[in-house]
């Protein structure tokens, strides 16, 4: 975002101005910040395949270890099933029922996606399609000292919604974990709950150690150090997607409130100092009045550093477009983990957007209802990967099976096109497997 730090004439720093412009002058490097984010993962690809490594052969020695070492925990029970069994039971009204009315609405939106199963008549060919849960499912939910009970409900709800019949869960150890944190997990519907986090959880659920039971698929939001852990373990192990610092635009023109979008930027920043948050509007007056609430409103908040960094980054930014087509061309190839539309025909502007991970409508529709209670799923593809893929979804723990059944009729109509087809690519036993079913 185009900053410029403001001083008063004896030298004592106010603070920041934000600065709009104009998305038709920035130049190669600058579209680049926008356009070709990444999730930061190289630079600690080496360590986490050491770490990945360790824990494949040295089990719970090396996650203990690794606790010690970066969370400055010595870990005992690597299994906490039961203490999250515990924080639930103790746990107090109001985030209690915050929890329960959060995974109401999770688990009824991901119901609503449940496929059936089916089977249709094509000319006696009897065709269909199955759907089944995977087995066992890891899920990484970040915490430690911090709460994260959010990301507990959205990785474990869509889980046992799809019938997975064993959801494991890694969260950082901590002194003390976070009780609301280990509450969700066992609320949302856990299985099993292990004290590991970072990569070295990953390469635990990946490969398995004396505690922890090996998985089929790692889904859930972390770290550089944990995607890029789930990079190292694909192949041995499916994931979800490889996910990158959080990241919003909002689609704006001169009807929006320019406090509720700083307010949505201001929000979206404070996941991360790389965080990634962009406006885009036809309006140069809307995009100057973003920039002054944005200033007020950043000191008010209790991450301000953390956000001050992200809006200072050279990937966020306040951008005036010519008209609203520019603006939507820009959202389109910015490809958006959050898409907030807050403009006039907003219904016939998101037909005109192909590629974003979740998308909010109109100036009552927060990204922040979206990541905790709304219904839909949080966890989302960043790095304009929402081009080629969606959310997490029910569809993440179910696999697809076609099933077919012919009878001698329906055989004899594709014999000719399958021997044939057999032939030219020189696969002479399976046109024999056809043709032996009508040897007198």
Known sequence: MKVRTVFRPDGLRLGMSLEPEALADLGPGRRRAFFERDAGIDAVRGDVADIVSRVRTEGDAALREFASEFDGVEVGNVDVTDDAERAYEDLGDEHREAIEAAIENVRAFHE?????????????RELGRRFRPIDRVGAYVPGGSAAYPSSAIMTVVPAKVAGVEEVAVVTPPAEEMNPVTLAAIHAAGADVVYAAGGAQAVGALAYGTETVDRVQKIVGPGNKWVTAAKAEVRGNVEIDFLAGPSEVCVL??????????????????????????????????????VCVEVAERLPERERDDVIKEALQGEQSGVLVARSMPEAVLFAEEYAAEHLSIQADGDAELLDRITNAGSVFLGPFTPVAAGDYATGTNHVLPTNATAKVQGGLS?????RATTVQRLDEDALADLRETVTTLADAEGLEAHSASIDARFEE
């Open 112 to 124: 609503a996606q449940l496929p059936g199963d089916w089977t249709e008549d094509f000319d006696g």
């Open 252 to 289: 704006a023109d001169e009807t929006a409130d320019p406090a509720a979008v700083a307010s949505d930027l201001l929000a979206q920043a404070e996941h991360d100092p790389n965080a990634s948050v962009v406006c885009v509007t036809d309006s140069q007056a809307l995009a100057d009045a």
């Open 394 to 398: 029910v569809d993440t723990f179910l």
